[in-house]
């Protein structure tokens, strides 16, 4: 585990930068060095007058899935306020003013709700084993290409790929050079396209 | 056993909306484990699906009117009011899964909010915000608030202010 700081905390009494062993705490854009913290050192956890520092974990439990009950009573909620917030979402494309943003408001708070769902049906975090099998079923390439047949799923298998070797090995994923497609949701690799393969727009963002 | 989520994702209404909504899901985890890369990742495929499952309901949502649309999220909140969220006092508390039945009292209070402001809208139209009013979400829980400033702290679950997005009307 390495140390991690929150900004909103910090009052920059800079104690630990005094504590450090390794200098890991002092950098130039405000978060410790991951890479120099000692594993569990914890000496700017404690120091810090403000508590503005935390030790985040790489490995995590897995936890027993909810009752069968449980999970189709949050399924079947986490469905309806999924399709509650992609309708208000795709309402909110030219609507009047007030009536845009209650509608962007509707759809963020249905958002919310469904994520809440989602987290309380055993898919907390990537770890999660279900989240191996979501993988490993191809459920998300197919879907993927019953709308881009021409990729067959390949871009988000790669995707996916990536994240998984990173979860087994209880780490970040290796950085990646990706883009969309804002116009169609079109995801291209490697290579930054003038325009979208899928649609021919221009509006092509990197993540 | 198949996860009811694959199954839901396979055969459901909305599967590119739930299917971006898991990614988004992630996305916000591994930002909070401090997996920046995987992060970006999940939210890639949580965009690459939203896009999709928006151009997938144009002609749905296009085809109905403003108040016709109202009506149909009037009653699918009513719906819910009606079923899950009645239940919760029973049913998580006798399975006795806490973390289920927080979700199910804050979606519960959220949805009565929701209501709340679809139907003072229905009544009131534009003049529902005022001059240098927005509406502000809370992104622990998904309540929505009325006014200049988000509350000091969330009725529902109690986050602090920092916690709140602020949906501001465009100009005219």
């Excluded at chain 1, 974990?57 to 189709?72: I, K, L, S, T």
């Excluded at chain 1, 879907?143 to 881009?148: H, V």
């Excluded at chain 2, 916000?28 to 970006?40: H, I, P, T, V, Y």
């Excluded at chain 2, 909010?113 to 009544?123: A, E, G, M, T």
Aim: hydrophobic share 40%; glycine share 6%.
């Amino acid at each position: 585990m390495f140390a991690a700081r929150n900004i909103a905390l910090c009052t920059k009494d800079c104690i630990c930068l005094f504590i450090c062993p390794t200098g890991a705490t002092d950098t130039e854009n405000g978060q410790i060095d991951a890479e120099k913290c000692i594993d569990g050192c914890r000496l700017c956890v404690d120091a810090c007058p403000s508590h503005a520092i935390y030790l985040v974990h790489q490995r995590y439990p897995q936890r027993a899935y909810p009752p069968d009950e449980v999970m189709e009573v949050m399924t079947g909620l986490l469905a309806r306020k999924a399709g509650f917030y992609i309708r208000a979402l795709t309402a909110a494309d030219d609507a009047s003013h007030v009536r845009d943003t209650l509608y962007r408001s509707l759809a963020l708070s249905n958002k919310v709700l469904a994520e809440d769902c989602i987290r309380e049906t055993g898919h907390m975090i990537p770890e999660a084993e279900k989240i191996r099998g979501l993988a490993s079923s191809h459920v998300l390439q197919n879907l993927y290409s019953d709308t881009f047949e021409e990729d067959e799923g390949k871009s988000v298998s790669a995707i996916l790929n990536s994240i998984l070797e990173a979860l087994m090995e209880n780490r970040d994923a290796v950085p990646a050079a990706a883009f969309l497609c804002e116009a169609c949701g079109y995801i291209v690799l490697d290579n930054k396209p003038k325009k979208c393969p899928h649609c021919s727009s221009k509006s092509v963002q990197s993540i | 056993m198949e996860d009811p989520l694959e199954g839901m994702i396979k055969t459901g209404e909305d599967p590119l909306a739930i299917a971006g909504l898991v990614c988004s899901n992630f996305e916000q985890a591994s930002q909070k484990q401090q997996r920046e890369n995987m992060s970006k990742l999940f939210a890639l495929l949580a965009l690459s699906f939203e896009i999709q499952a928006r151009e997938n309901n144009m002609d749905r949502v296009k085809s109905q009117s403003d108040e016709e649309l109202l009506a149909t999220f009037q009653e699918s909140i009513e719906h819910d009011q009606q079923t899950a969220y009645a239940d919760s006092e029973n049913g998580a508390r006798k399975m006795e899964h806490r973390g289920a039945l927080r979700a199910l009292i804050w979606g519960s209070k959220v949805s009565a909010i929701q209501k709340s402001v679809l139907k003072r809208y229905r009544k009131l139209g534009d003049e529902l915000l005022k001059g240098g009013q927005a509406m502000h979400v809370c992104q622990a829980c998904g309540f929505i608030g009325i006014g200049e400033v988000p509350p000091g702290t969330c009725p529902v679950c109690k986050a602090p202010a920092s916690r709140f997005v602020a949906v501001v009307p465009k100009r005219r």
